[in-house]
């Protein structure tokens, strides 16, 4: 299958500062791809790139054989961007955004009429459509933010983030929209988000981003086995290279480390409750310690083992957390860090 | 044409904007009609007329005798000034009469000499004002100079007598009455002391000043028009801030494009505002029973000038929108710098008053000045296009100046 979208060393510098570190990646013909990482990473960066909105500062990109830095104005043709932002004049209504958006590229008539209709019923508001956007819950914004992009019929549709701050009936509307796209209609589409769930459900492949450069690239079936059986954190009040290489030799543990110890911050405004991926268990830390990693075969069978090992040599658990393999997991895997950090 | 798309959707949100609508019409006309109708037209009060001097016979018993007389009248007041400095002011309007006391005059008069004073009026000086001020001086100067002229005479006659000569004899008490008499007479047909009103060719023709009504209407359009330049700037700001911009940028229209649109919008807006303003005022006027206005002679001449002040303020929306980083920063040029210039640009008060209060040199760096002196040079001094290519020039220079700062200084992102 050809690509729709070949990166190669895309690099976005501001001054001394460089957010995105020279990125290569690309996107299969109808593939839905996932873009993760933590806020910050330069999954945005990297779209506003890909779309037209700056100039990349070095590297290139292929959007359906076009060059990204000579062949712009025919790259914007085949692209359909939804951004993070609810990118819509709230004062005017959905059909009225729509229509001034399909104008901007080019449609007019009966074709723009057909095509507001039925971006409308992609995003089930055709019955809504008249109605002035501030008047919108703010999952019904998102899906006329999602029907903007679509308006033009784009070969690459760019998701940045679209479900931040939509509550769960929006979401699925927004999930069973993006699916009926790439599915039905051939759409190839890049998905980026920090939740996770959402890429293992959508994509086909993921990147994972973080500081600005992709530190894995594979399907999503991959990426998770590379957790093998699960990782579980274990807080214990003093650790040596002796305890470790006896975790480690236990039955059903790969691998045993120690943990870097980020500060977990509240969970950030809008999202909402059955989104954030919690760990399997979890035992809150009584106090300073040392976390150690261990990367499990089969968690739950890694799990007794440990506990009975503790158990028996009288060592007290401060803390016990229990990560099933999923991409969260891969990601706190990869960069020690949790992805809403 | 997309930029025309861009242009319609602004619009389209501007017109949904009940608020901002109200801010943009109602408000420039509750200003033109209230002003107009609540404020009397501008006259001489019961204060003594200013009569700028240049007393070049200083120390002279007559000269001061002039300039005491004068001030005991009470109708005028007498400024004292350097010739130079006189002129001077004089030549920038800030005084529009000057009486100039020539050198030699008390020793002229005491001899009997004719003397001329000269009065220089500026062709703005206000008749009403100019023959106050000539008939106090006559009425002091021909007492003076009839008072110098018999007490010249009668010296003489004294000196005569003193001398013993056989002729003093002659000077009997009704001689004397008769020279009295005869001195009388011939200051009537042949006076001592002549004051002579001139306008000089170099200080131009006169400048016809407005009335409050033809003040008040393009002084509240032009405020007003470049007060939509505040809601471009909004608008810019606003797309960032949603983040359409962004959305736009991704689509297939340039840069160059996306303002074009942002300013043709702005640009629309104020010519509509122009027209409006002009044609509710023209209308409506005569029927509150206020001052009937006209557009002046040059239709045309009208229109550009329309034409390029809704450019300089669309220029000048861009500007803002460049320089600016907040919501904040944009009101607060729409609260004090719209206004501001306006004031500085003659939009409240006339550009002759400025040019009293000394804010000359600072009204002709706003644009709003040479909008105004534009309009006004064709609705109420009768002008025509060629009268005024400076206005036009200067409001395209200005348009000039904000495009190229803003178009250099603006972020889209």
């Not at chain 1, 290569?24 to 960066?45: C, D, I, M, R, Y």
């Not at chain 1, 508001?125 to 919108?136: E, G, H, M, P, S």
Request: with cysteine; hydrophobic share 45%; aromatic share 6%.
């Amino acid at each position: 299958m050809a690509a729709i979208l070949a990166v190669e060393n895309l690099v976005k510098k501001y001054g001394e500062s460089t957010v995105v570190k020279g990125i290569s990646f690309s996107v299969e013909e109808g593939e839905v791809f996932g873009l993760l990482g933590p806020n910050g990473a330069g999954k945005t960066q990297t779209i506003s790139m890909l779309t037209g909105v700056i100039p990349p500062t070095s590297g290139t990109a292929r959007i359906g054989g076009y060059d990204i830095t000579t062949q712009m104005d025919k790259v914007k043709r085949l692209n359909g961007l939804v951004p993070q932002d609810l990118a819509l004049y709230p004062t005017l209504s959905a059909r009225a955004n729509l229509n001034f958006f399909g104008r901007i590229y080019g449609l007019g008539g009966k074709e723009l009429r057909e095509r507001v209709d039925d971006v409308l019923r992609i995003v089930a508001l055709t019955d809504r459509a008249d109605q002035v956007i501030d008047k919108y819950s703010g999952g019904m914004k998102r899906r006329v933010n999602i029907a903007a992009g679509l308006v033009h019929l784009p070969k690459l549709l760019f998701l940045d983030e679209p479900t931040v701050g939509v509550d769960p009936q929006s979401r699925n509307y927004i999930f069973e929209s993006v699916m009926s796209l790439n599915r039905e209609r051939g759409m190839s589409i890049v998905y980026t988000s920090h939740y996770m769930e959402e890429v293992e459900v959508l994509c086909n492949r993921a990147a994972v981003i973080d500081q600005g450069q992709i530190i894995a690239l594979d399907t999503i079936k991959n990426l998770i086995e590379m957790l093998g059986g699960g990782i579980i954190h274990i807080g214990l009040q003093q650790v040596d290279d002796a305890l470790l290489a006896q975790l480690a030799a236990l039955p059903a543990v790969k691998r045993a480390t120690i943990a870097p110890q980020p500060a977990a911050p509240p969970p950030a405004k809008g999202e909402e409750a059955g989104i954030a991926p919690a760990p399997a268990y979890t035992i809150p830390a009584q106090g300073a310690g040392t976390i150690v990693k261990i990367e499990a075969e089969h968690s739950q069978q890694a799990l007794l083992n440990l506990i009975s090992f503790f158990s028996e040599r009288d060592i007290p658990i401060v803390s016990l957390e229990i990560l099933e393999p999923n991409l969260e997991s891969v990601f706190l895997h990869l960069t020690g860090k949790k992805l809403r950090e | 044409m997309n930029a025309l798309h861009v242009a319609i959707n602004d619009l389209r949100i501007l017109f949904k904007d009940r608020g901002q609508l109200m801010y943009v019409f109602l408000i420039p006309l509750a200003f033109i009609f209230g002003i107009s109708m609540a404020v009397p037209p501008l006259e001489l009060g019961d204060e003594p007329a200013r009569l700028p001097v240049v007393n070049l016979d200083p120390g002279g018993e007559a000269s001061q005798a002039l300039i005491d007389g004068l001030n005991a009248d009470g109708k005028v007041k007498v400024e004292l000034y350097e010739q130079d400095e006189a002129q001077g002011l004089l030549e920038n309007r800030q005084i529009l009469n000057l009486l100039t006391i020539p050198a030699g005059f008390s020793e002229d008069t005491a001899a009997g000499r004719p003397v001329t004073l000269q009065l220089l009026n500026h062709p703005n000086a206000d008749d009403t004002t100019t023959e106050l001020l000539l008939r106090a001086i006559n009425g002091v100067a021909q007492v003076s100079s009839l008072q110098a002229q018999l007490i010249a005479g009668l010296s003489q006659m004294g000196d005569m007598q003193a001398t013993g000569s056989a002729g003093s004899q002659v000077f009997t008490p009704e001689r004397n009455v008769a020279q009295a008499q005869s001195q009388f007479e011939r200051s009537k047909t042949a006076p001592l002391v002549v004051v002579v009103k001139t306008q000089p060719q170099a200080l131009g023709e006169a400048i016809q000043n407005p009335s409050w009504v033809q003040q008040n209407i393009p002084g509240y359009t032009i405020i007003m028009v470049f007060g939509i330049s505040v809601i471009t700037a909004l608008s810019i700001y606003n797309e960032k801030k949603l983040g359409s911009f962004r959305r736009l940028l991704a689509a297939p229209i340039s840069k160059a494009a996306l303002l074009a649109g942002k300013m043709l919008s702005n640009y629309a807006m104020a010519l509509i505002l122009i027209a409006v303003m002009f044609a509710v005022s023209i209308l409506l006027m005569p029927l509150l029973g206020l001052e009937r206005v006209t557009l002046g002679n040059d239709p045309l001449a009208f229109v550009l000038v329309s034409l390029l002040l809704a450019l300089c303020s669309t220029s000048f929306g861009v500007l803002i929108a460049a320089i600016t980083r907040t919501e904040g920063q944009i009101s607060a040029i729409s609260s004090i710098g719209i206004w501001l210039m306006g004031f500085l640009g003659g939009c409240l008060l006339p550009p002759f008053v400025l040019e009293f209060m000394g804010l000359s040199a600072i009204s002709k760096a706003v644009p709003q000045y040479w909008a105004i002196t534009a309009y006004q040079d064709l609705m109420v001094r009768g002008r025509g296009l060629a009268d005024i290519t400076t206005p036009l020039l200067a409001l395209l220079a200005f348009s000039a100046i904000f495009f190229a700062i803003g178009v250099w200084r603006l972020k889209f992102d």
